[in-house]
């Protein structure tokens, strides 16, 4: 029985027709994702993404747009119980000189092509990096 919604939040940084990913361990398993996270009580939709940039990669971002909101069912992989609802919004990262992962779970960022192989295996990460690609590959 699903009985709780879990609101992630995740920023496409571009630069140069690439997209910013990070490699990290959740839950056992090892994943390529966009940078971003779950929304706490009681904060907007940017502050936690601003928050989850300064927590995890001790950068500060600013959201250029909205991108992407998620209007389909969807059961989280690692909660049986969840549903997931993910949000997207493009961001500049304001200092990259500063960069340092601060949390443990991420082994290292990574800078992908857009021109590229879709590197995202969960699968709403999946959708935004071709819709990415549509967007800024004209």
Sequence with gaps: MIDKINIRVYALCIKDN???ALHE?????FLIKLPGGGLEFG???????KR???EELNLDIDITEHFYTQDDFL???FRDNE???TIYY???ILNEQDQLILDPCIEKTEWFPLDGENPFPLPIDKRVFDMAKEKFLK
């Design 18 to 20: 690439k997209i910013l």
């Design 83 to 85: 549903q997931l609802i």
């Design 52 to 54: 989850e940039f300064q």
């Design 25 to 29: 361990e959740y839950a056992g398993d």
């Design 90 to 92: 493009l961001a500049e």
């Design 43 to 49: 904060e907007s939709t940017i502050e936690c993404l």
């Design 75 to 77: 059961v989280s992989r």
